[in-house]
């Protein structure tokens, strides 16, 4: 089977050297996995958005029709092999993203099941291995391989150069490859930590009904014990718009004879 990526390739600008798209290929697949895990993930988060037209056994059955599918058509058609195995595999993709959106909405006081916690787990862990392992470690390869971003010796500016070669102010440090390299490989770890801190929020949060809306359509605040505030508030209104009353006093008794 030839290989699935295109032969592109890219300049990068100030001589940071070319960036091929079947020499990233590992960067490239890592990358492409991690990002249709976070968006199952957040279809996960999301309740069901529409019923599912066949039994769930069908759907799973699917799977292997598909894949079988794909191989057995580019064997026999390999002027296009390339393509239809790219249609197979969005195929699986929109399939099992199908299945999740359109999974049975589940009882939140139903406990899960040891599989659940099993299969659960295990997906937890290979996106923690993809986010913080697979695709920093495939980023430094490819960076120190095909673009040599690892040579010390090579540097973007120096210290003793004009800053952007036209303002009469040096650099005040210079700037190797490798220091573009790291700074490249931090922004992953910051990027990805920040997006699992927020997926996590939006986990814990995904059972949480949206606030009912008033009358005139604001929706009801809450206290931080999860109580309703609407009727405080209207109280409050209501006592602002009251009309003020007088209380009437007795007539001062007058003397007697």
């Known amino acids: 089977m030839p290989n699935l990526l295109p032969d592109w390739t890219l300049t990068l600008p100030w001589d940071l050297g070319d960036w091929g798209l079947r020499a990233s290929g590992r960067l490239f697949w890592s990358t492409f996995l991690l990002v249709i895990g976070i968006i199952v993930i957040v279809s996960l988060i999301k309740p069901p958005v529409m019923k599912r037209p066949f039994p769930l056994w069908m759907g799973i059955v699917a799977f292997p029709v598909i894949i079988i599918g794909t191989l057995v058509l580019a ?3 390999p002027s296009i092999q390339r393509g239809i195995v790219w249609i197979g595999i969005l195929v699986v993709i929109g399939h099992t993203l199908m299945l999740v959106v359109s999974r049975e909405p589940r009882d939140p006081e139903r406990s899960a099941t040891w599989a659940e916690c099993f299969v659960g787990a295990t997906g937890a862990f290979a996106m923690f291995a993809l986010a913080y392992a697979i695709v920093p470690h495939e980023w430094l390869t490819f960076a120190n391989g095909d673009l040599e971003w690892g040579d010390s010796s090579k540097f973007i500016f120096k210290s003793n150069q004009e800053i952007l070669g036209f303002i009469p102010i040096n650099y005040p440090f210079s700037m190797d490859y490798p220091a573009l390299r790291d700074i490249v490989v931090t922004l992953i770890y910051v990027v990805l930590l920040g997006l699992n801190l927020k997926l996590w929020v939006m986990w814990q949060h995904r059972l949480d009904e949206p606030a009912a809306a008033d009358a005139e359509g604001a929706p009801t605040k809450k206290s931080r ?10 109280r409050r209104a209501e006592g602002k718009n009251a009309p003020e009353t007088t209380v009437p006093t007795a007539p001062a008794p007058s003397g007697g004879s």
């Open 75 to 77: 064997k026999l058609i």
């Open 225 to 234: 014990f999860g109580r309703p505030l609407q009727a405080w508030s209207a």
